[in-house]
């Protein structure tokens, strides 16, 4: 097993201050103005078959919402987001939009910007927050009770439609604090803790009872407890890239080195000179550039594939590009170097033109994750219910939300219904 942390083993003094390094962890999409965003607001044509509404897995009444907030009522639009997803102030500001409800923007067709609907979402949602205004309240008791395995955007989500239906709901997490990879696994320039644990906040205040630090080990002793269990606890550890050397010093899972980042300030999070990141997924993008917004002298990702073979969003390619990031494609990794001293030193790879090393002094791995095998899952059980990243392989923040939401209606429907 990869230790948890390692910091490379060539440490470098700091060499950005702390106001530089909190300006480029900086919102990477800062918050619209009211005047601005009232000006976006009346762009919008209101399609009555609205394409943005069908693109969002939530299927947000984006029309809907863009209406109140051009008349002024960030209540009601932020209403109106958060019934139908109960990560909308998330999603607005980390959702894959430009693939999603703004990439379907019938402005597109039109050769003009679409619609900016992400922060528009967030205009909305950051008034609910700020105000600290209550939009939703609790069900008449049922009797019935839910476990809630994960407190990740899935369960949470789960648990907040449960709650309102009027079901008692205790959610379990093994983590010490809730939100799930909002919390944990973003990058900071995108979505930050302390924004993500305000969010959850909201779903918990409607009287979920959370148990974090809590490792589930049997669900079919939770069924014994409960009516029924909802588990939505997520992907597994970064997969292991099985070539010599991956236990040196200086070699870190794509996860670990986020997380590290987002739970501690800034400088806590020691970087390399010349880092490379293996993988080219959003994650590996997510790891690449903030490296080297840390101060990494050079951050590169390297890929075994090509240039169009990215599994990345193309938007996130075009931001490391802009973060100075580079790529070297074609170029299957080998072996990790060693300095003779238990370190990292480079990456050997095999590309079209023959062998050779990528000098660095950090590596971070970001190959995707695997399944949880920890966890028996008993999917044919006609009281438990699966989803998120668990159940889709994989998604957004979104997804997982639709399919924690989705979840609780058929919960819903047993508990009623039997």
């Not at 003094?13 to 103005?33: M, W, Y």
């Not at 609907?117 to 609910?128: E, S």
């Not at 069900?139 to 907040?160: E, F």
């Amino acid at each position: 097993m990869r230790p948890r942390w390692q910091a490379p083993v060539r440490e470098q003094p700091a060499v950005l201050s702390d106001d530089q390094l909190e300006r480029n962890f900086a919102d990477i999409a800062p918050p619209l103005t009211n005047d601005y965003a009232l000006l976006e607001a009346n762009k919008c044509l209101f399609c009555h078959d609205a394409p943005c509404t069908l693109a969002c897995p939530t299927h947000i009444d984006v029309p809907a919402f863009i209406k109140k907030i051009a008349s002024g009522n960030l209540r009601g639009s932020a209403r109106v987001i958060l019934e139908a997803n109960p990560f909308g102030h998330s999603c607005a500001r980390a959702c894959p939009v430009e693939v999603l409800c703004e990439g379907a923007c019938v402005l597109n067709d039109r050769d003009e910007q679409p619609i900016k609907i992400a922060l528009l979402q967030r205009h909305a949602t950051d008034y609910v927050l700020e105000h600290k205004l209550k939009l939703f309240e609790p069900g008449a008791p049922t009797g019935r009770t839910v476990a809630i395995v994960g407190a990740g955007p899935a369960g949470l989500s789960c648990a907040r439609e449960l709650r309102r239906f009027g079901h008692a709901v205790t959610v379990f997490e093994s983590k010490s604090q809730p939100g799930g990879l909002n919390t944990y696994g973003i990058a900071e320039y995108k979505l930050k803790a302390d924004v993500a644990l305000a969010e959850v906040q909201d779903i918990l205040d409607l009287g979920v009872e959370l148990r974090t630090g809590v490792t589930v080990e049997s669900i079919e002793e939770l069924l014994t407890e409960y009516d029924a269990v909802f588990v939505g606890v997520g992907l597994g550890s970064t997969k292991r890239l099985g070539i010599p050397g991956e236990d040196l010093t200086g070699v870190i899972d794509a996860l670990t080195f986020i997380e590290h980042l987002k739970t501690h300030p800034y400088r806590d999070t020691k970087v390399g000179q010349r880092v490379v990141v293996i993988g080219a997924g959003n994650t590996a993008i997510d790891a690449v550039t903030q490296a080297k917004r840390l101060g990494a002298a050079t951050a590169t990702i390297v890929y075994r594939r090509g240039e169009a073979d990215m599994p990345c969003y193309h938007y996130e390619y075009e931001l490391a590009k802009r973060d100075g990031c580079g790529f070297r494609f074609q170029a299957a990794p080998q072996r990790i170097v060693s300095n003779g001293n238990g370190a990292a030193a480079g990456v050997a790879v095999r590309t079209p033109q023959g062998n050779e090393v990528i000098p660095c002094d950090m590596v971070i791995v970001a190959i995707g994750q695997g399944e949880r095998d920890e966890l028996a899952i008993p999917r044919d059980h006609p009281k438990v219910f699966v989803g998120g990243d668990c159940a889709n392989g994989g998604a957004e923040i979104v997804n997982a939300a639709a399919e924690g939401v989705q979840a609780a209606k058929q919960i819903h429907e047993r508990l009623t219904n039997g």
